[in-house]
């Protein structure tokens, strides 16, 4: 059974690049039927918190990123990180190390000036420290270093970017348990890839030089190597790195800017990915076509307006009841009752065509509650002498109409052009100003039909009035 994880440090919100290692990593093991684990890396004691914790729970949710079994938290599992630390000295393949940090800054000074590369020397090996005749100090606890293997090489067949081969006289003996018992993140992680039954390790490729590490702890474990995967990262438009610098990079951001879930899994499915040139699908449709092989090599740039595009895409065809459960909380904090006035459900089936964000869109819906005022300049632009007597004729026929629908609308606005001689922009774009304050709106008729008539004919009342009497 393919078994695979996302194991985000809780120190931040979900990043955009964080939730495509998760997208990728949960579509691979629901394409092959297996199951997809939630773990929380939380051994940076320093910078984790509850809060993060909450908003990458939150954002996985949102999206609709399940996960079978998790979260499970590093810090809940620290008896099990000693245990198997003893077992690697038990092996001879770690060794408990008591150099301070002031030794450790000499030693690395030492190198530097001696134009070496710093790294820790294996000092504490212990046939090392016999032979120095060094002294375990009784004050204090010491960190468990693993021995590194000194020659050889240590390599991997990665699933995106093909072999990977690091020479060992790279590597040094790293620590694997803080004096404090707590892992470093190459432990853990390979302690827990290795009790969760990890069959790929699919993650960024910001890890890759952690890789030959974790391998030679597997490797000194006696443990089978799942097979690894390395997502190439994500640039902003300008090439750099993506960063707080190119805008929103939390999912949540994203969310509370008015995107749909759907349309940011679409957009980040297709970042540094391709099933030739689909670019619109749904997540059930990326999961039957994922695989790693299609996964790019290379960076991928993320490109605001592509994403703006396909958000229009599905907010277009989402459904009325959900859009204004969505646009009315965002009415609210604008001070706009959404009760007081049309449905907004059918609001925001008339406007929903144009808006690239759920927040443009309650923009959008504001004209429909809102009492519109006009200005001066408005009024002397918009209701000249030519346009008022067709407006009082339209007031007449308006009043007088059995229905209020869009297509009655529609005929008495055509009759009184035709009795007035007036060209249809004539008449409707001073109607769209005095009704709604604003220039641009949908077409004419819809809007009359939704602010319905009362609400009609006394704002055409109402600026007539102010005509006349300024
Ligand atoms: N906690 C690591 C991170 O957030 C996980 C890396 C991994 O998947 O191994 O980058």
Redesign the pocket.
């Known amino acids: 059974m393919i078994r695979t994880?996302?194991?985000?440090?809780p120190t931040g919100f979900l990043h955009i690049g964080?939730a495509r290692?998760a997208l990728f990593s949960w579509a691979f093991a629901r394409r092959h039927g297996g199951q997809f684990i939630l773990r929380i890396?939380d051994t940076d004691l320093e910078r984790s918190t509850q809060a993060s914790v909450d908003a990458i729970l939150d954002s996985m949710r949102w999206l609709g990123i399940d996960w079978d079994e998790g979260p499970a938290f590093q810090m809940q599992r620290l008896p099990r990180y000693r245990a198997v630390a003893d077992q690697l000295i038990a092996g001879g393949h770690a060794y408990p190390c008591w150099a301070s940090r002031e030794e450790l800054d000499t030693m690395r000074e030492t190198q530097r000036a001696k134009g070496e590369k710093p790294r820790y020397d294996g000092r504490w090996r212990p046939e090392r420290a016999m032979a120095d005749g060094r002294v375990a100090p009784s004050d204090r606890a010491p960190v468990i270093r693993f021995r590194t293997p000194d020659h050889g090489t240590v390599g991997w067949n990665d699933l995106v970017k093909g072999p990977i081969e690091f020479p060992n006289a790279e590597l040094d003996d790293l620590v694997i348990l803080r004096a404090d018992g707590v892992p470093t993140?190459n432990f853990g992680?390979v302690v827990d890839?290795l009790d969760m039954q990890m069959t790929h390790?699919?993650?960024?490729d910001?890890?890759v030089n952690?890789t030959p590490r974790q391998i030679h702890i597997f490797n000194a474990l006696g443990a089978a190597l799942p097979l690894f995967g390395h997502v190439p990262m994500i640039l902003g438009a300008d090439g750099e790195r993506l960063s707080k610098r190119h805008g929103a990079v939390s999912v949540t951001q994203y969310r509370d800017e008015g995107y749909l879930p759907e349309a940011l899994n679409n957009y980040l499915a297709r970042l540094g990915w391709s099933h030739g040139d689909e670019e619109v699908f749904s997540m059930a449709q990326f999961i039957e076509w994922f695989d790693l092989q299609h996964v790019s090599r290379s960076p991928a740039r993320f490109d605001t307006e592509k994403l703006d595009w396909l958000n229009q895409h599905y907010i277009q065809r989402a459904d009325d009841t959900r859009l204004a459960h969505l646009v009315a909380p965002l009415l609210l904090a604008m001070q706009i009752d959404s009760a007081a006035g049309p449905k907004l459900s059918a609001v925001v089936a008339l406007l929903k065509d144009r808006a690239t964000t759920i927040q443009h869109l309650a923009q959008a819906a504001t004209l429909f509650y809102v009492e519109p005022s006009m200005d001066q300049q408005q009024r002397v632009t918009h209701l000249n002498q030519t346009v008022r007597p067709a407006l009082l004729a339209l007031r007449t026929e308006l009043a007088a109409l059995a229905h209020w629908d869009r297509a009655t609308l529609s005929a008495a606005i055509k009759k009184v052009l035709a009795e007035t001689k007036l060209k249809m922009p004539q008449l409707a774009m001073p109607l769209r100003v005095l009704l709604t304050g604003r220039e641009q709106t949908p077409a004419i008729d819809a809007v009359l039909e939704l602010l319905g008539r009362d609400v009609v004919l006394s704002r055409l009342d109402r600026a007539l009035a102010e005509v006349i009497s300024s």
């Open positions: 994880r996302f194991a985000p440090s964080g290692t890396e993140y992680v890839d390790v699919i993650r960024g910001d890890h952690n």
